[in-house]
């Protein structure tokens, strides 16, 4: 891995970074006040060529790397991880296509994908996420035609979504080895999006739940053979978990930003707060901190662009990058004092949106079981 970066790599960070910038830091409050879908921003985003970055350029993608694609999503979360994080589901869709998905299917969605739609990533239920083999969502063949059945939780962008990727189970006897995937079209009779779900942080993200009644799809609309959905799950995960790393290391970011700002302006006993050991104590650890993330982040994608395995350097980043973003922010509610506790500064919604960073692609504790089955091996 070289410390460095290409031309393009640096001009499309600084588009990125000038974007978050001038974009999304000034609306970021407003977006999470009223929870609603960045569709400006994400409309702006997508003519700029900051989205479908790693969309390969026969179908009209950028054609770029998981590398990129983390560069881009850093800055993006510095301004806002929840915007960020709806900007980012399609990324999440697309590496589903790609891994699984046929000529005709790739084509056809990552297309859509390209021209503007929106597509979610149907994996969670009530009693699956971390523990995604336990799905009980169920898939029954029926001649040339799948009929799904079951209900999904927390998925990302689903009450925009013009179709969804959807895991459901097509052989109950055979444990991971029975999980398929398809792609279902939002207006097919029997799926129903429930209403966006209050959350805690990163709101401009809305996430809801989806219900399958004799929900029937064509046998062409599954993503690989059947079986195959635990392997492309599991190579999703690969490729998003360093997506989460970016802007979880965005939002430690922001963390440093606003507290190395506030505690140099700051006074209290004749001097400004950074010059007190206690503080700035905090702030060189997030310096430190924020270091360590990007590294992690940055070799976990390096290594997906070279066609290495990165399943533990993508555990590492994801889970190192998460927990210190939440530490950060807490930390930085501490630098402000008082302040930090009222919505007039940024960091109580960096602590509110930092949290989730630890559950979602894998929770913190799961990275490492990962981690030590990898070790072990």
């Known amino acids: 891995m070289e410390f460095g970066w290409s031309t393009e790599q640096r001009m499309i960070q600084d588009l ?17 006040h009223e929870a609603q879908f960045p569709r400006a921003i994400y409309d702006q985003a997508r003519a700029l060529g900051l989205l479908n ?23 993006l979360g510095w301004g806002c991880t929840g915007i960020a994080s709806a900007l980012g589901i ?16 790739q084509a056809t969605y990552l297309g859509r994908l390209v021209a503007g739609e929106l597509g979610c990533y149907a994996v969670t239920e009530p009693g699956a996420g971390s523990d995604v083999a336990a799905m009980t969502t169920r898939a029954r063949r029926d001649g040339d035609t799948y009929v799904l059945d079951g209900s999904k939780i927390w998925i990302s962008n689903a009450p925009e979504a013009a ?13 991971h080895r029975g999980l398929s995937a ?16 209050g959350k805690l942080g990163q709101k401009a993200a809305p996430a809801a739940p989806i219900h399958l009644t004799a929900c029937a799809v064509p046998a062409r609309a599954r993503l690989g053979a059947e079986g195959d959905g635990f392997r492309i799950a599991m190579a999703v995960f690969d490729r998003s978990r360093p997506m989460v790393a970016a802007l979880a290391t965005g939002l430690l970011a922001r963390c440093l930003d606003e507290s190395l700002t506030y505690a140099k302006t700051r006074q209290t006993m004749g001097r400004p707060i ?8 905090k702030i060189a650890a997030m310096g430190q901190r924020l270091a360590a993330a990007r590294l992690l982040t940055y070799q976990a994608a390096w290594l997906l662009d070279t066609g290495a395995r990165n399943t533990l350097q993508a555990a590492y980043a994801k889970a190192f990058a998460a927990d210190s973003a939440m530490w950060a922010a807490t930390e930085a509610i501490q630098v402000f004092g008082g302040m930090g506790y009222s919505t007039e500064y940024p960091v109580e919604k960096l602590f509110r949106d930092a ?19 990898e070790l072990a091996r």
């Open 163 to 175: 179709f969804a990727i959807i895991f459901a189970r097509t052989d109950p006897a055979a444990g």
């Open 16 to 32: 990125a970074r000038t974007f978050a910038a001038r974009e999304i830091r000034p609306v970021a409050a407003q977006y999470d």
């Open 53 to 75: 970055l790693t969309i390969p350029v026969s179908f009209g993608g950028a054609g770029l790397g998981a590398l990129e694609l983390a560069l881009v999503t850093e800055q």
């Open 90 to 105: 399609n990324a999440l869709v697309g590496d589903a296509l790609l891994v699984g998905g046929s000529p005709a299917q």
């Open 355 to 373: 949290k989730v960073l630890q559950i979602y692609e894998g929770t913190s504790e799961i990275q490492h079981n990962i981690m030590i089955r």
């Open 182 to 197: 398809f792609v279902v079209e939002r207006d097919t009779p029997g799926l129903e999006i429930g209403g966006a779900l």
């Open 274 to 281: 950074l010059e007190h050991q206690a503080v700035g104590h």
